[in-house]
């Protein structure tokens, strides 16, 4: 019985905990959303050094779903206002308010990227094509220099995408979206080597070797 009342005490005292965080982090969104030009403005978060807290018991799995003690976090809401205050230092993972840092753990990349949309001129079929890549938390980002492509050799033998978002936080590209980037992929010669990646805003995102994929093709 004493050991089920201490259970139910740190399961109380976690749950205050969370709610603090949340309340912290909705007084951010508003403060953000106010001081810009969109409601979607993100907290300055790299502004925040408040003392670290200690680790919570809440978890980013490989899909993208958050956890919160070994449970999924069922309220897209919470878990987009989650990510607004989510920090990256030194590569660990973090959720910041202006008074507390707490520590997360992150399975993979905290974002996925689950939709693409190829932007052109037709007026000026000469203009560079933008990707824009929609995160699972319904985020847009243009994919260019500041927010690149990394491809990762995937346990498969294949290649993992990877999109930057902000402030080191990644995406990892879904499977599906992987093989729209290897459609619309091209060769270009890279420091003397051709390579086979993708274009978006000007800039060039090396896949692999050229040779190498039209041996794979």
């Given at each position: 019985m004493a050991k089920q009342g201490r259970n139910?005490?740190?399961?109380?005292?976690?749950?205050?905990?969370?709610?603090?965080?949340?309340?912290?982090?909705?007084?951010?969104?508003?403060?953000?959303?106010?001081?810009?030009?969109?409601?979607?403005?993100?907290?300055?978060?790299?502004?925040?050094?408040?003392p670290f807290c200690g680790d919570l018991d809440m978890r980013i799995a490989t899909d993208g779903t958050w956890f919160y003690g070994g449970t999924p976090i069922g309220r897209p809401a919470l878990v987009r206002l989650f990510s607004t205050i989510l920090k990256r230092e030194d590569g660990k993972h973090f959720l910041v308010t202006p008074v507390e840092k707490v520590g997360i753990r992150v399975d993979d990349a905290p974002f996925l990227a689950v939709e693409m949309v190829k932007e052109g001129n037709s007026q000026n079929p000469n203009q560079a094509p933008l990707l824009r890549f929609r995160t699972n938390v319904d985020d847009w980002v243009a994919c260019d220099e500041a927010h690149r492509l990394r491809f990762e050799a995937a346990a498969d033998g294949g290649l993992t995408p990877y999109l930057h978002v902000r402030a080191d936080l990644w995406a990892k590209v879904t499977r599906a979206l992987y093989y729209d980037l290897v459609d619309i992929g091209e060769e270009r010669v890279v420091d003397g080597r051709a390579m086979f990646g993708v274009a978006s805003s000007g800039a060039f995102f090396a896949m692999a070797d050229a040779e190498q994929v039209r041996g794979a093709l």
């Open positions: 139910s005490d740190q399961s109380r005292e976690g749950n205050q905990n969370l709610e603090g965080i949340a309340a912290a982090a909705r007084e951010a969104a508003k403060d953000a959303a106010h001081a810009g030009s969109t409601e979607k403005a993100l907290p300055p978060v790299h502004l925040w050094n408040p």
